[in-house]
């Protein structure tokens, strides 16, 4: 596979520079801006994988800091979810600002917290992101505007994840949208276990895939 970008970035935001990769094969159609969790970042080696596996059905990924490393270093800041929003959005407005990327349609991949985030900016894009998939999201956190969000959401949530899965069957319920909620049998939350993240990995691309040509 032949990628047509693949460079690091610094993004500017809010006054300061959030480190990413971009990544995009060269008959890509979409690209999937991935929303880590809190503690997490870029080099999150399980969302790296599942970018991995995206990209290998021609699609882009753009895996960034949604903190500056200092700012990661406040518990508080970690779990601001409306900032975390405001970083996603602006990023997704830089993307659409780039030559290589303007014309691309846009999917969030988010993670633990990261998956609120990914919501509330699905919620408040005119036009709507595309597709969105939520990996043991934290949903909840974004249950205000479920009903809000437009695009195709995929939620994955492993079998043994007891408390996040009762919160992610709640939150599907508000969703108003085209929806999808799949239990990862015999995963935990960080889906850890043998064959679980690559059940992600696929199921991830294929909503993708799917809605982002």
């Known amino acids: 596979m032949n990628d047509a970008i693949h460079q690091l970035v610094e993004i500017p935001v809010d006054g300061v520079r959030l480190e990413g990769e971009l990544i995009v094969p060269e008959s890509a159609t979409g690209l999937v801006v991935f929303s880590h969790g809190s503690g997490s970042s870029r080099k999150s080696p399980r969302n790296n994988y599942v970018a991995s596996v995206i990209r290998e059905r021609q699609v882009g990924t753009l895996l960034f800091d949604l903190l500056t490393e200092e700012e990661d270093m406040t518990y508080e800041t970690r779990f601001d979810i409306p900032l975390l929003t405001e970083r996603l959005l602006k990023v997704t407005e830089w993307l659409e600002e780039q030559d290589a990327t303007k014309d691309l349609q846009y999917g969030y991949f988010g993670s633990s917290t990261g998956a609120a985030s990914a919501l509330r900016a699905a919620a408040r894009l005119d036009p709507t992101a595309d597709a969105v998939v939520s990996r043991g999201g934290r949903v909840d956190l974004a249950a205000d505007v479920l009903d809000q969000v ?28 085209e929806k999808n909620l799949e239990v990862i049998g015999g ?20 909503w993708f895939t799917t809605h982002l040509q």
């Open 187 to 206: 995963a935990g939350h960080l889906f850890e276990e043998p064959g679980t993240l690559d059940r992600v990995a696929e199921l991830a691309a294929d």
């Open 150 to 177: 437009e695009a195709p959401t995929l939620f994955l949530i492993g079998g043994r994840d007891y408390q996040v899965l009762d919160l992610n069957r709640e939150a599907y319920e508000k969703l108003q949208c």
